[in-house]
């Protein structure tokens, strides 16, 4: 049995989606699953882009059977080398021993690390270069750091495909569906697609914007990525949103309220700046509690919001663990061009706020802390009102005064 999609003529989905899989790259929830995309081309030439997961390697050897239906495999184009898309390379050169495979140099290199040797079956390909394959001639277009070295994507000259490898990519399986006008990508995709971009490509912003760059010279007029839906209209929404993760804008104006509590002081006093800047015409406000929530979640979150507070307990004379496992994750990530507030709370030698100024300042980019900051001594009481109502004006007038 066989789950096949026609893609447009000539082309087809060739790949499978994973369900049982806990944790994308075992670090990141993916509750609802992730597609593992190929494609292939049945032109004079058949032509398969890219593999799968090496766990669904049955059932996608069994769709590229039916789709050939009995012709033999004469290309196989590696875009990217990472297991998820290139595990079962060996079992289907094992199965078509006439296939070519076609990459560039460093994926090459990559192959023999990860003990494929294909020496005698190998096709080098460089940025510019083209092959046809019948009525379909492809042109390769090196993409590094989007987001391994050896990336690259593939465009179909003819009917104005491009294979995207990781880019335009989303956590989520298909289940049945194949394009993003089949679903209501805004309600039920964006989160996974940005918690997707900014976790796995986030940290390459630059090279991101490189590869738009080169995408905006060629007329395409469909993404085939390796993970998510095809997307065969409204091109320019998803660029967009690849355009501000990539150059670290915010999505909306808002706020995005994030609380490390142990005994629930600092969530209240988190409430409690909520509660103000909604009555001040500040309601896009969203809050996590970051010990129980997936960094992954909060990382995306951050990328969306205009603004961030942190709101954190002092712990050992530092900030909570997990508000600097955030911080940090931030760092890693090149997070950049955010206004951020501060709670800090502590019982004796309250430290947490100044921490996190100290680091925002100093280790990511292009970022502001506010001036006004709310110290809490164990538990908010009369005393702290002030301090939340300039912390909230603070936020309000920085809300108001940005434009996106």
């Known amino acids: 049995m066989s789950c096949v999609r026609k893609v447009t003529e000539d082309l087809y989905w060739v790949g499978v989606n994973e369900k049982r899989l806990h944790l994308f790259e075992n670090i990141h929830p993916i509750p609802r699953g992730v597609s593992y995309n190929s494609y292939l081309l049945m032109d004079d030439k058949t032509v398969l882009f890219d593999t799968v997961d090496w766990a669904g390697c049955r059932e996608f050897l069994n769709n590229v059977k039916e789709v050939l239906n009995g012709r033999k495999l004469d290309y196989l184009v590696i875009n990217h080398m990472e297991p998820d898309h290139a595990a079962s390379m060996e079992e289907v050169l094992l199965r078509y021993p006439e296939c070519k495979v076609i990459s560039n140099e460093k994926a090459f290199m990559f192959m ?21 394959f019948g009525k379909h001639t492809v042109t390769f277009v090196a993409a590094p750091m989007v987001h391994w070295p050896e990336a690259m994507v593939t465009f179909d000259t003819t009917n104005g495909v491009l ?11 298909l289940d049945g569906k194949l394009f993003a006008d089949e679903v209501n990508f805004d309600r039920d995709w964006i989160d996974d697609a940005r918690r997707y971009f900014c976790n796995i490509v986030g940290k390459y912003g630059p090279f991101v914007q490189l590869l738009l760059k080169k995408a905006g010279t060629v007329p395409i007029k469909m993404f085939c990525p390796l993970h998510g839906p095809v997307w065969r209209n409204d091109l320019g929404y998803y660029i967009d949103k690849h355009d501000k993760w990539s150059r670290y804008e915010p999505e909306e104006k808002g706020v995005l309220v994030l609380y490390a509590s142990m005994y629930g002081n600092t969530e209240a006093a988190a409430q409690e700046l909520a509660s103000k800047l909604c009555d001040k015409g500040v309601t896009n406000v969203a809050m996590y509690d970051v010990s129980n929530t997936h960094v992954s979640y909060l990382v995306s979150e951050a990328f969306k919001y205009s603004h961030i507070v942190l709101a954190s307990v002092t712990y050992n004379l530092g900030i909570y663990p997990v508000m600097y496992d955030f911080l940090h994750h931030l760092k890693a990530l090149n997070f950049q061009k955010r206004t951020f507030g501060i709670i800090e709370n502590g019982t004796w030698a309250i430290k947490s706020g100044t921490l996190m100024k100290e680091y925002i ?13 709310v110290s809490v001594n164990s538990s908010a009481d009369e005393t702290n009102a002030p301090e939340f109502e300039s912390l909230a004006d603070a936020i309000v007038q920085s809300v108001q005064k940005l434009e996106l």
């Open 112 to 132: 023999h690390q990860f003990g494929f040797h294909v020496e005698d079956r190998k096709e080098e390909v460089k940025e510019g270069d083209t092959k046809s």
């Open 361 to 373: 300042e100093e280790e990511l980019k292009e970022c502001t802390v506010l001036g006004a900051q």
């Open 163 to 173: 294979f995207s490898a990781d880019a335009f990519g989303t956590f989520g399986s």
